[in-house]
């Protein structure tokens, strides 16, 4: 199983990143995908998560309104397109993959971690 963070950097404030995380070893089209992130010093937080036909998502609140999560199943990849980005939106950002149709926020019930990839929002 990997996943493969991919398209973070280093940004202003206001700016934008799409984040990828290719997805190989596990049937992904039976998975829940999910971003979580963790600043430094701080606990990992839930971000976004879609279900596994890339219809429903739910996101955090303190990114609602400027990140969205997306998934393109032919391609066993999964997207977060980040806008009007702040500085407290830095942070490594991780992919993780639960079987199961719920939308869950909890990272304990997520079986697959990728690396992450790190973004940082300068002022």
């Known amino acids: 199983v990997q996943l493969q963070a991919s398209g973070g950097g280093s940004v202003q404030a206001g700016g934008s990143l799409r984040l990828s995380c290719a997805a190989s070893?596990?049937?992904?089209?039976?998975?829940?995908m999910a971003w979580f992130r963790q600043a430094p010093g701080k606990e990992r937080e839930f971000v976004a998560v879609?279900?596994?036909?890339?219809?429903?998502?739910d996101h955090a609140d303190s990114v609602k309104g400027r990140f969205r999560i997306s998934r393109d199943n032919a391609k066993n990849t999964v997207y977060l397109q980040m806008s009007s980005l702040k500085p407290e939106d830095t942070a490594v950002y991780s992919c993780?993959?639960?079987?199961?149709?719920?939308?869950?926020?909890?990272?304990?019930?997520?079986?697959?971690w990728g690396q992450g990839t790190e973004v940082t929002v300068s002022s």
């Open positions: 993780a993959a639960a079987y199961g149709v719920h939308l869950v926020r909890v990272g304990d019930r997520y079986g697959y």
């Open positions: 070893g596990f049937t992904f089209s039976n998975h829940v």
């Open positions: 879609v279900n596994r036909s890339g219809v429903r998502m």
